[in-house]
């Protein structure tokens, strides 16, 4: 299973664009990369998958370079609600997901 | 409305005692999980299910017990072995497909041993 690596947190401003990077340079050719959003006391909630290139759907955009061995999550314009530990996980075939200490994204008004 | 439902949404437990986490889903989802999540850290593996009547440890499974006797069901037990089992328990599922598949959670089961 591929290993992630992303940075412990993040602050940012409201109206913001904020862009997470996770890094998995040993990503196996059938890996999708997924990101999850988890606030305080629930469980993650899927933000978006991809494979390759690019992504984007109401909330999020994923940018995926040829070489897959990164990815980067981008929150367009960001709101106080965003506060949010965001996960990158890796993987394909297997029933072992893998959460790593995610990022943890602080939005200041 | 389809999801996942958890009980109860806090636990007390005296030390030694066995305890039992429910977990149902109405999502017709073939997998299920159970994570555990310790303050300011992410998941970890403790029992995933691909189908009923088969279960597979994860990373950290001494002193928890799983069965799936029913597709919808995939109850928990922290059993008196487990030595720090003071945690944030989540419950999830996917329709299949690995770790391809969007993962659904539940609300979690917090924890308290007395």
């Known amino acids: 299973l591929a290993k992630t690596t992303q940075p412990i947190s993040m602050d940012s401003y409201e109206g913001q664009e904020v862009n997470i990077t996770c890094s998995h340079n040993n990503i196996a050719t059938n890996d999708y990369i997924t990101w999850y959003q988890q606030f305080p006391s629930q469980g993650p909630r899927f933000i978006i998958q991809g494979y390759k290139t690019k992504v984007t759907n109401e909330v999020a955009s994923l940018f995926i370079p040829a070489d897959r061995k990164s990815s980067t999550l981008s929150l367009p314009r960001v709101s106080l609600s965003d506060t949010a530990v965001y996960y990158c996980l890796v993987g394909s075939g297997t029933y072992k997901y893998i959460f790593g200490t995610g990022t943890r994204l602080k939005v200041l008004a | 409305d389809g999801g996942i439902t958890q009980s109860p949404k806090y636990l007390f437990r005296k030390e030694g005692q066995n305890v039992t986490l429910s977990c149902e889903q109405n999502?017709?989802?073939?997998?299920m999980y159970w994570y555990r999540q310790d303050p300011g850290q992410g998941l970890r593996l403790i029992y995933y299910s691909q189908i009923v009547n088969d279960f597979q440890k994860g990373d950290i499974a001494e002193g928890y017990s799983v069965s799936r006797e029913k597709k919808e069901s995939f109850p928990l037990t922290v059993t008196s072995a487990q030595k720090n089992p003071t945690a944030f328990y989540l419950c999830?599922?996917?329709f299949g497909g690995g770790s391809s598949g969007e993962q659904f959670f539940g609300p979690g089961t917090r924890l308290t041993v007395l």
């Open positions: 999502l017709n989802h073939d997998a």
């Open positions: 999830a599922s996917t």
